[in-house]
């Protein structure tokens, strides 16, 4: 069983060859629009949550209870207008970045069987024949992996016990 870690090293090497081959690539610092447009509220396994909660921990007092408030409005929010509570709005930003889920880190760069690739930018140079060369991740794979990791939980249930 690979530790995340492993999978998070799995992940960065493929989305570096992505960038490599693709310079322009649309994924990058500034490019948030798929953190002002979660499909769900992010889920994370406890593997996942130890290294969100070392990074959350590492803001400042004023930005955790920020994200206290971003996280307790979750529930109520509707799909496909879930705005990530992490997501510095000024910057564009993920506020921590180093610590943050495989979902986020795959985003992109990894398609799903029956759910493709996600990002309609990407999508769109897809069928405009733009990146006929990409290997993509292989996101089934990584849910496989990550399955093992233990039992997911969505990030409210988890602030839970914060």
Known sequence: MKTLTELHDDIDARVSAIRLGNPDWLCRMG??????????????????????????????DEKQ??????????????????????LDKTAGTCLIYAYRPVACR?????????????????????????????????HDSVNRH??????????VEWFEYL
Request: net charge negative.
């Open 65 to 86: 209870q920020e994200i206290r408030q971003n996280i307790a409005t979750l529930s109520s929010q509707s799909p496909r207008s879930i705005v990530c509570p992490m």
């Open 146 to 155: 990550l399955d093992k990791l233990g039992d997911k939980r969505n990030l």
């Open 106 to 138: 795959t985003y992109g760069f990894y398609v799903e069987r029956d759910k493709g690739l996600y990002c309609h930018d990407i999508e769109l140079r897809v069928e405009q024949g733009e990146l006929n060369n990409v290997v993509w991740g292989n």
């Open 31 to 60: 490019c948030d629009g798929c953190c002002h447009r979660l499909a769900q509220i992010p889920e994370l396994t406890p593997a996942e949550w130890t290294l969100f909660r070392d990074g959350f921990a590492s803001l400042s």
